[in-house]
């Protein structure tokens, strides 16, 4: 079966600070890597899709970024946080075929100070 | 407007009760739809694929309409574990869903 990993699950940053988060997948190949960000009481934001190895789509201009090295392995980052980015970050998975239904990891919990 | 758009609520019921509650999408050429279920602070969970025919799983009952462009989500004999947000979800494209704002329901003893 497949099993999604996000870490660190809490995480507070300053102002100016930068900024790492790691999501990877296990039990399957080729997903479909999403990272989205929920505001506090806000639905789901998606922030960065990717569709294989080094193929980064962008929805949202802002200062963060995405890399995916490895088939089953999503960055999230940024060089100088802002208070802005404080939020739930949540990498999801797809298979790259047929039903396109998401499968969420556990987030990642961002405060900005 | 916005893609997905789902009454907020809250929907308070007692134990027991039906609760249904609608979304609609603005995208025509959508092809998959879905309800997802949120607990607080936790991640999205799925809940149900939705299909043109109308489907059951246990006491939930989604149903499409997609003349009306609408989705429907029906909870029977609700349970205090219902209790939760739940997401009206569409995919408009082949890469990307997307999520309604959710609709809160709150199960009361």
Redesign the interface.
Known sequence: SQTIHQWPATLVQPVGSPLSLECTVEGTSNP?LYWYRQAAG???Q?LF?S?GIGQI?SEVPQNLSASRPQDRQFILSSKKLLLSDSG?Y?CAWSPGTG?????????T?LTVT | RKEVEQDPGPFNVPEGATVAFNCTYSNSASQSFFWYRQDCRKEPKLLMSVYSSGNEDGRFTAQLNRASQYISLLIRDSKLSDSATYLCVVNPNDYKLSFGAGTTVTVRA
Do not use: A
Not at chain 1, 99 to 107: A, D, I, R, T, V
């Open positions: 479909n806000r639905g789901l998606l899709y569709v789509s739930f949540l039903p396109n239904e998401q499968y969420f990891g556990p987030g919990r």
